[in-house]
């Protein structure tokens, strides 16, 4: 089975503080998410990456940054927390849909549910 | 761009009812179509999954037909037990690339005994 393991399941951070949360995946995905998940507004991707050192903006990544130096781990930076980034935090990994084939489906984390005073 | 809409919950059942949730989409293209399931405090599971029109996924009871005619991938259950008390989310992803999914909002179901 696939695991996609998340560092924490709970933070409290401080407003202004560099956080970092940290995503490790063991079936040698090439894909990997950072999710943001809000009620009433389902998921919005933050980031992702489809290689190592490679990655690309999703629809919210203002305020994150993110880095994969291997490709098992994914980390989603928060260079100066702030209240508004509250929220459930979901990583995702897939395989690289082949050429013209399709698109497979994303296992996720427990999710990290972080929460900045 | 491509979007998927779900109808808005929370959807309250008794045990035993049939479920629907709606699901609709928007995409360029022939997108797969998922449906995921978050119970409290985990992350998702994928439900069930169709990749071409006409395709059925089914898992645990639950049913979805790809429809290309109406860009629907309506979820369904016959009989809901108190354990479905989750929220469903319908995703769709596109053919080659490396996008990522697109989900709905989410729909939380209750289910009360």
Same mark, same amino acid.
């Given at each position: 089975d696939v695991k996609v393991t998340q560092s924490s399941r709970y933070l409290v951070k401080r407003t202004g503080e560099k956080v970092f949360l940290e995503c490790v995946q063991d079936m040698d995905h090439e894909n990997m998410f950072w999710y943001r998940q809000d009620p009433g507004l389902g998921l919005r991707l933050i980031y992702f @990456?489809?290689?190592?050192k490679m990655k690309e903006k999703g629809d919210i990544p203002e305020g994150y940054s993110v880095s994969r130096e291997k490709k098992e781990r994914f980390s989603l930076i928060l260079e100066s927390a702030s209240t508004n980034q509250t @929220?459930?935090?979901?990583c995702a990994s897939s395989l690289k849909a082949?050429?013209?084939?399709?698109r497979t489906e994303a296992f996720f984390g427990q999710g990290t549910r972080l929460t900045v005073v | 761009g491509n979007s998927v809409t779900q109808m808005e919950?929370?959807?309250?059942?008794?045990?035993?009812?049939? !479920? +629907?949730?709606?699901c609709t989409y928007?995409?360029? #293209? $022939?997108p797969s179509l998922f449906w995921y399931v978050q119970y409290p405090g985990e992350g998702l599971q994928l439900l069930l999954k169709a990749t071409k029109a006409d395709d059925k996924g089914s898992n645990k009871g639950f049913e979805?037909? $790809?429809?290309?005619?109406?860009? *629907?991938?309506? !979820?369904?259950?016959g009989s809901v037990q108190v354990s479905d008390s989750a929220?469903?989310?319908?995703? !769709? #992803?596109?053919a080659g =690339? %490396? %996008?990522? !999914? +697109?989900? =709905? *909002? #989410?729909? %939380?179901?209750?289910?009360?005994?």
């Open positions: @990456s489809y290689d190592v @929220s459930m935090y979901l082949r050429a013209g084939g399709l | 919950g929370p959807v309250t059942l008794s045990e035993e009812a049939f !479920l +629907t949730i709606n928007t995409a360029t #293209g $022939y979805a037909t $790809y429809r290309k005619e109406t860009t *629907s991938f309506h !979820l369904e259950k929220v469903y989310f319908c995703a !769709l #992803g596109m =690339g %490396r %996008r990522a !999914l +697109t989900f =709905g *909002s #989410g729909t %939380r179901l209750q289910v009360q005994p």
